[in-house]
């Protein structure tokens, strides 16, 4: 049972993990899918469906003749000797001497050997009728190829070149002797799948194929991506517990971090967990440690270069600091990558006074890394580092320093290197906050820590 319950609980992983990695992947896979749509649809487009029609062609005088020679022979039937008149009639009719004198009428020109391709010649049971159905990227040119065949083969037939049809009864080597073969029905319809449908089908077809294509690639990739998903692993990673886990948006420009600044308003399962946060910093009421004789609580929330949504969560945390009634600072210094903080920088180098701010969001560009002038119960520095080499930037010291990560965006090693440079500066990671979970992890984050044992009690004797 156990090894059972194991099994299943690995299988359980396996495919989380494939789900995991499809869902990170499905914007590729989307476009492969929109991909293999547009060829399947661009491929009937292109290549217009085959047209065929049939020209039928009859031998009236087979059945009269073969009642005659099955009268002479009492070993068969007038059936089967038709029937094997006609099949050689068949044979007859697809010889190179019938399709050369068909060629001068078949319209467009065609080589022999495509002339062969494109015409399939059979008997209806039974029956002394023969078909010539004849295909073709038109109507026209269908019709013109089975009426050229059936025509040429009616001349052949009725000739004397034709070395079955002109023996003479008394020979014995013809059961049936000359039949003349006639027009029964010549091509005059030609029957096919049309455009729309045709490029409706294949464009399906290379949806579908896409699809499979775009989750066999993703797996392919995904199952070597070592990059972080599961909150569980992000803390494990370095050992630090997740702190909170919210969505994020990335602004792309000042204007878009502005509006940030004064529209920030999370759902209720972040905004509750941020609530928590603030809490666990010491900070639980409106104007608590207003901040008149410095500031209450610094915290420092470093990211990677790498790692664009991450640089959010910084700015996040402060503005929704600042809608609970909490006077807060976010200060942006000296950083080991410049570009990636130039929109944020320019956001939050507006005068005070720009509309639209929130009222107790005080925003601070320290190009010397100090806060001697920043007032606030709360102070969020934002710091970013190289992911290959980081090394912190020259910021001003906190109180506590947690790292910003974004599933599925950063691996263990690149974490641990940040860790690393932290500890070096003294600045060590208390936590982590986790941006735009992944919403098929179901772990926490959570690291128990460890808590000293306590003493036991030393046993008495019971008199």
């Known amino acids: 049972m156990e090894l059972n319950g194991g099994m299943m609980s690995q ?26 749509l547009l060829i399947g649809a661009a491929y009937a487009a292109l290549r217009p469906p085959v047209k065929s029609s049939t020209a039928l062609v009859v031998l009236p005088g087979v059945f009269a003749q073969s009642e005659q020679s099955a009268a002479m022979n009492s070993g068969g039937t007038s059936s089967d000797t038709s029937n094997i008149y006609t099949a050689t009639q068949v044979v007859m009719a697809g010889t190179d001497a019938v399709l050369k004198d068909a060629l001068p009428n078949v319209s467009p020109a065609m080589s022999l050997q495509m002339l062969q391709k494109n015409v399939h010649i059979t008997s209806m049971t039974g029956s002394s009728v023969i078909s010539f159905t004849a295909s073709g990227s038109t109507a026209a040119q269908a019709e013109t190829t089975a009426n050229a065949v059936a025509n040429s083969y009616i001349t052949y037939a009725n000739s004397k070149a034709n ?15 000359n039949v003349a073969a006639k027009m029964l029905n010549s091509a005059a319809i030609a029957t096919g799948p049309n455009i729309p449908e045709r490029i409706a089908i294949y464009g399906l077809l290379g ?41 994020v948006g990335r602004p792309a420009d000042a204007a878009s971090w502005a509006k940030l600044f004064s529209e920030y308003e999370p759902a209720d399962v972040p905004k509750w967990g941020l609530t928590k946060l603030l809490r666990q910093f010491g900070i639980t009421g409106i104007g608590a440690g207003n901040g008149a004789n410095g500031h209450g609580f610094s915290l420092t929330v470093v990211s990677l270069a790498s790692d664009a949504k991450a640089l959010a969560l910084g700015p996040q945390l402060a503005a929704f600091a600042a809608s609970q009634g909490i006077p807060t600072a976010l200060v942006t210094g000296p950083q080991q990558d410049v570009k990636v903080m130039a929109t944020l920088r320019t956001a939050c180098a507006a005068p005070a006074g720009s509309p639209g701010r929130r009222r107790l969001l005080q925003l601070v560009v320290s190009d010397d890394g100090r806060l001697d002038q920043v007032r606030a119960a709360f102070v969020v520095v934002v710091a970013v580092v190289d992911s290959r080499a980081p090394s912190m930037p020259s910021t001003a010291r906190t109180v506590a320093t947690v790292l910003g990560v974004s599933a599925g965006v950063a691996t263990a090693d690149q974490l641990a290197r940040a860790a690393t440079a932290a500890a070096v500066d003294g600045r060590e990671i208390a936590g982590i906050l986790v941006a735009d979970p992944e919403p098929t992890d179901k772990t926490t984050g959570r690291i128990p820590r460890l808590t000293p044992a306590l003493p036991r009690p030393v046993p008495t004797r019971v008199n």
């Open 163 to 177: 070395p079955i049809g002109n023996v003479s009864l008394s020979s014995g080597a013809n059961p049936v002797g």
């Open 207 to 247: 949806a579908l194929a896409g699809a499979v294509a775009g989750f066999i690639g993703s797996l392919a990739v995904g199952r070597n991506d070592r990059r972080l998903v599961e909150r569980d692993a992000i803390a494990n990673s370095i050992g630090a517990p997740v702190l909170v886990s919210l969505p």
């Open 11 to 36: 299988q359980a992983l396996d495919l989380r993990r494939v789900i995991q990695i499809v869902r990170k992947r499905r914007k590729i896979i989307g476009v492969v899918i929109v991909l293999g």
